[in-house]
């Protein structure tokens, strides 16, 4: 089996900033793509931001873009998703995702998944 284990996420207020990680063991993240999904209550799985295995391109959703940053760090076999200006809209548990083949934007084009870290965004 293969893991991917997030963290980083908490309860912050408007405006803050959150620094998520994802760390994949073994060699799973190896000339993959990775991404970060969220999901809110009551909400299907959206696609937030993909960092392709070097490093770049990468490639946001539009609520996020200019205000979240993706990165890797394949030594330490670890992506990254640093949150700044968060909003209260933010909030949902927020996954990682190992890129498989397909389209980046969906999360069956993903084969590998985390668990989950919570962000929760009070105004």
């Known amino acids: 089996q293969v893991q991917l284990v997030e963290s980083g996420g908490g309860s912050v207020q408007a405006g803050d900033s959150l620094r998520l990680s994802c760390a994949a063991s073994g060699r799973t993240a190896s000339g993959r793509a990775m991404a970060w999904f969220r999901q809110a209550p009551a909400k299907e799985r959206e696609f937030v931001a993909v960092?392709?295995?070097?490093?770049?391109?990468?490639y946001y959703a539009d609520s996020v873009k200019g205000r979240f940053t993706i990165s890797r760090n394949n030594a330490k076999n670890t992506a990254y998703l640093q949150m700044n200006s968060l909003k209260p809209e933010d909030t949902a548990v927020y996954y990682c995702a190992v890129y498989a083949g397909g389209s980046y934007y969906t999360p069956s084009s993903y084969n590998y998944w985390g668990q989950g870290t919570q962000v929760t965004v009070s105004s």
């Open positions: 960092v392709t295995w070097l490093g770049s391109p990468t």
